[in-house]
Each structure stands twice: as C-alpha cells, then as structure tokens.
C-alpha cells in the first residue's frame, strides 16, 4: 500500500485528519519524541496529545510489518509460479495480517502432512473429481480403481479414496471464506469451558474456575489471564466450543454445490474430517490467542495506568526521612537520608522476632532522630513490616510530648523493586561502600522523597501494581511501561545538575550513553549554567539538543527560561511577549503573581502573529512565565501520613476510615487504611448511585479515599470495604494522625 494510502486508513481508523496524520509521520521519520512532538510541534500535529501520537506511531509500524509481509508473501507465491494477477491484488489489498495469513495459507511451504503424501502417491487427479463434484455416473470405487499403485503404497481403491479425502481437506481448510466463517461461529457463540485437572490446587487458587463456563465475548481479561496460569500450571484444563452440528451444516451448504456427485458422500466425509482435525483445532488455537492479546493488552493498559499514577506522586521533598526495611532473623535495615536523598547514616537493629530487642531498638531511633532531625519514617510493607510498625508508633507516641516530636510522623511503602534495584551495577555504583540489603533502604526512603526520580531506576515490571505483568506479552509490556516512564519524566521535567543518569535516559532525545555522559561531564566541570553548555557534552549535537532542552531545568540559571518548560527556540518570543507587557524577562519569578493581570486581556492570536509563533505556543509560555520551576505533582494530594496504628481486631463493621490505594486491577482497588492487609474495596462497592464497569474512571493509585468497613475475616486476612457515604477521592491526602 503507498504512503498515502496508509495515511488515509489511519486517518479513518482515529478520526483524525490525514494532515495531522502526514504531519506526525514526518516528524517521526525526522527521530522526534513523542514528548517533543506533543509538547512543542502542536502547530504542525493540530495539538494532538501523547495518546493520539503514540496511536498513529503504533498504525505506522503495524502498516510497515504489513508491507514486509505482504513484500515477503508475494515473493514467495511468484517463485512458486503460482501468481496471479486477481491474487496479487487481493494480497496488495489486505488491511490486516491475520487475512493475509489466510490467503497465504494454501501456498505456504508445508512440513510433511497426510494430504502432502497423498499427492506424492499421485492422487490429487482423484482428489480433484471429488473436489469439482462434476461426476454423477459410475461409482467412486470404480474411479479409484485406476490409482492403485502398489509401488506408490495405494493397495486399494478405498485407500486411494482416503488419501484423496486427505488432500481435500487441506483445501477446505486453506478455503479463506470457510475459515471466516467458523471465525465468526466462534467469535460470536464460542463458550470458553473450563474443569479440574488431576493435579491439586492446594491453595485453591483457582477454585472458582473449577466448573467455568463463560461465553468466548463474555470473558473477562483477568480471567482469561488466571484460566491460561492454572492451565499451565497443569490444573485447570481447557477448551473452546461451539455447536459442532451448525458449523458442519454451513460448510456444506457452501462447499456442496451438486448435490447428485457420486463423489458427495467423499466430499461431506472430507468437510467433517478437516473440521476435527484442521480447521477447529487451528481456529479454537487462534480464538484463544487473540482472547490472550486482547486480556494481555487490558492486563498492561491497566499496569500502565497504575504506574503512572505511581510515578507522578508529589514528592515530600526536603524532609529528612528514615527508611526501614523490615526483617526477622537478620534484623531490620535503617537508614536516614536528608533532603536531598544523601545518605547520613545507617544501621540494623532487631525489633522482631526471633531477638525482639525492641528498647535497645528504640533507642537507637530516638538517637537516629535527634542526630539527623528525621520527621519523616518510611517503612517497607515487607516481611516483619507490621512488627516494625507497631515499635515506630510506639516511639512516635512516646515522642509526642517532647518538642520535636508532634511533627513526626510514619507512613508505609511499598517496597517492591527495591531489592531488584539493591542488586544492580547502579546502586553499586551509588554506594560501593554498602551491602545490598542498605542500598534497597536507602531506595524506600528516596522514594518517598521523589516517587519519580527513584523509581526509573528500577524495571518497571518490578515495581508491583499491575495484575498477571508476569504472564502478558513481556516485549509489549516492556514497551508500554517504558511510553509511561517517559512520558511522566518529561511531564515533570529534570532538574540537569541534580538528576541520575537514570532519570536522564528517559528524557526525550537522551540515550543512556549520552545521559552518562552529562554526568561525566557534570562531574568534571561542575553543574551547568544554562541549556546552551549542553552543547558541549560529547555526543549531544544540535537534534539531540532540541528533542532534550525544553524538558530540562536548571534553577540557579542565570536565565530564568532555563528553569521553564518553555524551549530555547522560543526565548525570543518570550522575552519580546516579556517587553510588551512591561515586564523583565530575568525577573519572571518576581513578576509571577502579576502576570495573570498582565496576560488577562490578551489577544492570543493576534499576539500570537506579532510574535511569529502559534497559538499552542504562546499559551505554553504563557503558563510557563506564571510558574517558572513548577512540579505538576505539587497540586496532587500528599501522601497519607500516620502516628498511630491499628490492627485487624479493631476494624469494625460500618467503621469509616481513611486510606491510600495501593493498586487498582478489573474487579476494585485495594487500600491500605493502616493495618497489616490491605482492604479490597470491590468494583460493585466503589458507588452507591451508579454502576462502575471501569475503577479508574473512579479510583487511581496514590489516591486518598474514605472508606467503610463491610466485613472482617481475620483468619483469611481479608478485608471488605465500600466507599463512605457521598465520599470519592480527598482533596488533600495529607493527614497528620491516622483516622
């Protein structure tokens, strides 16, 4: 298909212009970001943001994969001098990858099969008789007569009509509006059937599919993913069906034409002889995989999600905070980091069992906190979590009628990732000098200093809030988690003198070799004066400078656009906008709570002329000039932080609490409202006067919600919520005591 063919389909397919379309492209074609793209090209795109771009780079490259194929298939069918010009056609036609598969199909090189070898005894003259159905006289037998071929292995007229049947029901298979048609039977009618296998479930993880029978459109994606575990786990068993006796009865219909063939009986033995052993068994493998993409893609969509709700947390950010990593027999890691994330000091002390030191423990943390001036203790949500929990509120009561004391507080974290972080090249090179078990710590305290700046350097599959991320496609999820890392990172912007090489990789048009070697060079020179030194890093030309410098900041910059999101290709427009409005472009900070008096009554377009740029842009400087340095994460609700502790026993029904939510999947979200378990606040219990089929249409992770108790089973350590009365989403999450 031509470039602009490809343009206008995807046009169609996303509602979208073909010039939008054709404009992204080139950029794309140009090694732009998708960042760069939606942040500073909106002019040429006509504003499209992140997800429409990454939507027609997605179409793009499924178009190119389809052209390969459609290159490579056509290549093939013309050295089998079986080309035609009303295939060659339809193949050039072919909109999706799974028909063109089909039309390829009856010329794909086969391994061995029964119908190859029928044809290597010579009988697909008499395959064809009973294909063509021409014959109304005589009787197969006497026609198959002449194919008995002892040498070729033919004994008998019936095994010359069994070979004969064998290469017709390759055909019936290779038929593409057959295939489409049992596609349809089972997309529409399939049942997914699902039973016990011989091996025990000793957890009864899987107990409620033991029996399951669910409707092929009706399958949930995160049943699809739990049914596919526990059949490769050997103990849930498998299969499609649909109504056997209605598939046969088409496929007749369509492939009997004469009805008086003495070959007919040949004929309806090959249909039901290539349904069982070829068609539906290719196309139950098909149904299944695509009810597995469908499922994997919701199962990372939903991963995706969370994740960025994750990253884009608001940092607590200039505290000094002590990070815990909890542990039986070895102890439990301490380590105060100030705040900035410099490590100051560390230690293991033993709260838990088997020691159960806990006033020397205390002590330590007492002196810890006087040292260091902590205000803040980060705990990991590991093993040991909820002893450790119960001696930190403990201290913190403790400390609550001493000066310092009212204004310390706890909260948990969750620590998946740290140890994959502990063990890598990076945490060694940060701290050569500390055991691994340390460096995840020293992870748990940053994090909550700056969610986003100490999660990149951890795979994001291994940060834990998605659902069955170990069994989805792991190249797409690889992928998609890695659009979301990015695109927060350059959502909040890098601070150049103080990020890691990390953080820096995922900056729009930074390479992890060219971020390591900003950091060299920030090493060697000291911290960069302004965007324009970037320059001088090897590797950094003038493309890489233009996908990266709007996206990096630099405070202490002698020019205030520096620590902005506007871009140096529209200093100029700035600082004239500046000028017109009476106001000096260096002193913007100064100027900012005058500025929206200043901009109130402007003329965007005409400004927008006067300047040579574009409406999009203007407005971007516009917004930027009244809050240089910004953190989009500062208007999000804080963390929810605690003083005192509760355990499951003092959970009542009907109790409303307040908690954050750790992770939403299909069926709810669950909540950590300050004990040991997290709460399940289901899907069904999310709103008491609308049904929710969506849960981050209501709920996102990190959020503050109030919650109500429903149920409590201790023994299970299972906790039912429902969401309070008239109660979504808090404004601000940033508690001082717990509820």
Request: aromatic letters at 4%; glycine letters at 6%; hydrophobic letters at 35%.
């Amino acid at each position: 298909m031509s470039s602009d063919g490809i343009i206008s389909d995807i046009s169609i397919e996303l509602s979208l212009s073909p010039k939008q379309v054709s404009a992204v492209a080139a950029l794309l074609a140009e090694g732009a970001t998708i960042p760069f793209i939606a942040r500073y090209r909106q002019e040429r795109t006509g504003g499209l943001d992140e997800e429409k771009l990454r939507d027609i780079r997605d179409k793009l490259e499924y178009a190119t994969l389809l052209n390969d194929r459609k290159a490579t298939i056509l290549g093939s069918i013309r050295e089998q001098d079986k080309l035609t010009d009303e295939l060659e056609k339809e193949i050039l036609a072919c909109k999706s990858l799974k028909l063109l598969e089909d039309l390829y199909l009856p010329f794909k090189p086969k391994r061995k099969t029964r119908a190859s070898v029928a044809r290597e005894k010579g009988l697909e003259p008499l395959a064809e008789m009973i294909w063509q159905e021409e014959s109304v006289d005589g009787s197969p037998e006497a026609a198959a007569i002449d194919f008995i071929d002892q040498e070729k292995g033919v004994k008998s007229a019936e095994e010359a009509l069994q070979g004969a049947r064998d290469i017709c029901a390759e055909w019936i298979n290779e038929e593409v509006d057959v295939r489409n048609g049992i596609r349809t039977q089972i997309q529409r009618h399939g049942i997914l059937k699902v039973v016990k296998s011989g091996k025990p479930d000793e957890k009864e993880t899987y107990r409620e599919y033991y029996e399951f029978n669910g409707r092929l459109s009706y399958v949930k994606p995160h049943q699809v993913l739990a049914i596919n575990r526990g059949e490769r786990e050997g103990i849930l068993s498998v299969h499609l069906e649909i109504l056997e006796d209605k598939a046969l009865e088409r496929m007749e219909r369509y492939l009997i034409t004469n009805s008086s063939s003495v070959f007919t009986t040949h004929l309806v033995m090959a249909i039901r002889d290539s349904y069982k052993r070829l068609l539906f068994p290719a196309l139950e493998r098909e149904a299944r995989k695509e009810l597995t993409e469908t499922a994997d893609e919701h199962a990372i969509q939903t991963f995706a999600e969370n994740l960025r709700n994750l990253l884009l947390q608001p940092p607590l950010a200039s505290r000094t905070v002590m990070g815990i990593d909890p542990g039986y027999r070895t102890g439990c890691k301490v380590a105060v980091v100030d705040g900035t994330g410099k490590y100051l000091e560390g230690t293991t002390i033993f709260p838990t069992p088997p020691q159960k030191k806990i006033r020397e423990s205390m002590d330590v943390l007492n002196k810890l906190i006087d040292n260091h001036g902590v205000t803040l203790i980060a705990i990991g949500n590991g093993t040991g979590s909820r002893e450790t929990e119960l001696v930190v509120a403990e201290l913190i009561g403790a400390r609550q009628s001493t000066a310092n004391g009212a204004d310390l507080h706890y909260l948990i974290v969750n620590e998946a990732g740290a140890s994959v972080y502990s063990a890598s090249p990076l945490a060694r090179q940060e701290f050569p000098d500390l055991d691994a078990a340390m460096r995840g710590n020293i992870s748990i305290a940053r994090r909550v200093q700056d969610p986003l700046a100490e999660l990149v350097k951890i795979d994001p599959k291994s940060i834990g809030v998605g659902l069955y991320q170990h069994d989805v496609n792991q190249a797409n999820l690889s992928r998609k988690l890695d659009d979301v890392v990015e695109s927060c990172v350059n959502n909040v912007g890098v601070n150049l003198n103080s990020a890691s090489s990390p953080l820096l990789t995922y900056v729009s048009g930074l390479s992890r070799n060219v971020a390591e070697k900003i950091i060299a060079c920030r090493n060697q020179s000291g911290p960069f004066r302004n965007r324009q030194e970037l320059k001088k890093v090897s590797g950094l030309g003038d493309f890489r400078f233009q996908q990266a410098a709007g996206f990096l900041r630099i405070p202490d910059s002698q020019q205030p656009l520096d620590n902005t999101a506007i871009h140096p290709e529209s200093y100029d427009a700035a600082q004239k906008l500046c000028e017109s409005i009476g106001v000096d472009s260096h002193k913007i900070s100064e100027s900012a709570t005058l500025l929206p008096l200043k901009f109130r009554n402007l003329d965007l377009v005409s400004t927008a002329e006067k300047l040579g740029i574009g409406v999009p842009t203007l407005e971007l400087i516009i917004e930027n000039l009244q809050k240089p340095g910004r953190d989009p994460r500062e208007s999000l609700p804080k963390p929810l932080l605690r003083q005192e502790i509760l355990s499951m026993s003092d959970l009542r029904e009907s109790q409303e609490l307040e908690g954050t939510v750790r992770n939403v999947v299909d069926f709810g979200a669950f909540i950590d409202i300050g004990v040991k378990q997290d709460g399940l606040l289901h899907i069904s219990k999310m709103s008491s006067n609308k049904r929710v089929t969506n849960p981050h249409e209501v709920i996102s992770v990190g959020d503050i919600v109030r919650v109500r108790i429903l149920s409590v089973d201790e023994q299970r350590g299972r906790i039912s919520l429902g969401m309070a009365d008239g109660s979504h989403k808090l404004a601000d999450g940033n508690a001082p005591t717990a509820p």
